[in-house]
């Protein structure tokens, strides 16, 4: 069982959810590999769908304007999706600079 | 007593207005602040009246909601309303198209996507499938996307065959199905695309706009990527018809509410001039099924004009209303955030709403009584 805080920005504490709150990613039976952002977001889209839909496509792809932090560190930096999320790590959710 | 509703969706929410008489609006909004709306549907098969709107977050992707209450709460539904299944491996950029079926269908709503794809709702608008009869056609992968994306930006459900359905797709052309979506071909015929070496190729043509005939509904107007075509046989032929045109370029294009072979478009100079001709706001109207367009009316600006009218920027109300043939509205809005409007079919213009938003999507009707 992995236990994550996800932190949201004010723009998507109304889709459905809370700014901050914790999630419980448990692990499949038999496995032992890391939990990684993609097992987060699989677990958002049955608890939170209309928040996990914000955040990636329906091809699971995190979309383009969305960064998501792993205990600081932009996950395009460190493996994207498939980025591990250690035990009491903190997801956070930030929108790029971008529109006008 | 009548009310109209007037829906404005622009690139940072939409604005609802209403009026009892298409001249006094009271206006609330943005309602889906900050979403590029680019559908609208105004469903009024069914009592209340329901408002779909499809729109796409910059940062949070497509979002598609309803209200039954004229704007004043909004249903999101918790599992999406509109996307790819897995097995299509594709992701809805934008909702360019709802589109409410035929009266005998009452729960039926097209959505037309980008990329190029259609999908139908059985439940109002609450979920839509995928049409696997058009994204399975062979010549999907070969379809191109304009400036404004792959998109399929038109869907016509014939009033009186609820199987027949035409579409438009940027571009890919015209796409007919007689049997309710199973099965679909190209029907471009007629129609020029001046952008590649083969002017007149089966499909691949840069449609941008068709509507419709109110009163008969086998007549078609199409505003073309170059050129504006008519067509008298549902879409089979198609026919150059530009006459007294100022320029034949443009995006916005609607029907009369109930007069046959009347329609209203917006012309733009040209493909790499897309601007109105002389900076002139200018609505040009035929009452002959195309064969002859004039200009339609006067109180547009006739000077420093440079905005442009969208492809579903233009709408009308009072649909069916023959008998009450002073009961109608015409309507369009612009880039640059102005609504305008005519209640005397297209004689007479005044500015309706400005400093909106860049207006995408514009539709009206007359809400249904007992519905206030």
Redesign the interface.
């Known amino acids: 069982m992995t236990l994550v805080t996800v932190e949201l920005p004010a723009?998507?504490a109304t889709?459905?959810t809370r700014g901050r709150f914790g999630v419980e990613i448990a692990a499949p039976s038999g496995l032992t590999t890391a939990t990684t952002v993609a097992d987060v977001l699989d677990v958002l889209a049955l608890t939170h769908?209309?928040l996990e839909?914000?955040?990636r496509?329906?091809?699971g792809?995190v979309?383009r304007?969305?960064n998501l932090y792993v205990d600081g560190e932009d996950i395009r930096r460190t493996g994207g999706p498939a980025t591990p999320v250690p035990d009491g790590a903190e997801l956070l959710v930030v929108?790029?600079v971008?529109?006008g | 007593m009548t009310q109209i509703l007037l829906a404005v969706g622009t690139d940072k929410g939409l604005f609802l207005g209403t009026s009892a008489d298409r001249t006094t609006w009271s206006w609330s909004g943005p309602h889906l602040p900050m979403a590029r709306v680019a559908a609208i549907g105004l469903d009024t098969r069914r009592s209340p009246l329901r408002i779909l709107t499809g729109g796409r977050h910059e940062h949070w992707g497509p979002v598609v909601m309803h209200s039954d209450d004229l704007g004043r709460t909004w249903v999101e539904e918790e599992r999406a309303a509109l996307r790819f299944p897995d097995s299509a491996d594709a992701a809805v950029a934008q909702v360019w198209q709802l589109q409410p079926g035929p009266p005998e269908r009452p729960d039926e709503v097209w959505a037309g996507v980008e990329p190029a794809a259609l999908f139908r709702s059985d439940d109002g608008g609450a979920s839509f499938g995928l049409v696997r009869g058009l994204w399975d056609h062979p010549h999907r992968p070969t379809w191109m996307p304009g400036f404004g994306g792959l998109c399929l930006h038109t869907v016509l459900p014939h009033p009186e065959d609820p199987d027949e359905v035409l579409v438009g797709i940027s571009t890919g052309g015209v796409y007919r199905t007689a049997d309710g979506g199973a099965t679909w071909a190209p029907s471009n015929t007629g129609i020029e695309a001046r952008f590649q070496p083969d002017r007149y190729p089966e499909y691949g043509q840069c449609v941008h706009k068709v509507t419709r005939d109110s009163a008969e509904p086998s007549r078609l107007f199409l505003q073309n990527h170059g050129g504006v075509f008519t067509s008298t046989d549902d879409g089979n032929t198609w026919h150059l018809a530009t006459d007294g045109l100022p320029a034949d370029f443009g995006f916005g294009l609607v029907a009369h509410p109930f007069r046959a072979g009347t329609a209203f478009l917006f012309p733009l100079q040209a493909d790499a001039h897309r601007l109105p001709p002389e900076g002139k706001a200018r609505v040009y109207r035929t009452d002959d099924g195309g064969d002859t367009w004039v200009e339609s009316g006067t109180g547009l600006p006739d000077s420093g004009f440079y905005s442009v009218v969208l492809r579903d920027a233009m709408a009308v109300d009072g649909v069916g209303s023959l008998d009450q043939p002073d009961q109608l509205g015409i309507y369009f809005g612009t880039r640059s955030g102005e609504v305008w409007g005519s209640t005397d079919e297209g004689r007479r213009w005044s500015r309706v709403t400005e400093h909106l938003p860049d207006v995408l999507c514009v539709r009206a009707t007359v809400v249904p009584d007992g519905q206030r």
């Open positions: 723009a998507l889709a459905g769908p209309v839909r914000r955040l496509d329906e091809t792809q979309r304007f969305v929108p790029s971008a529109g």
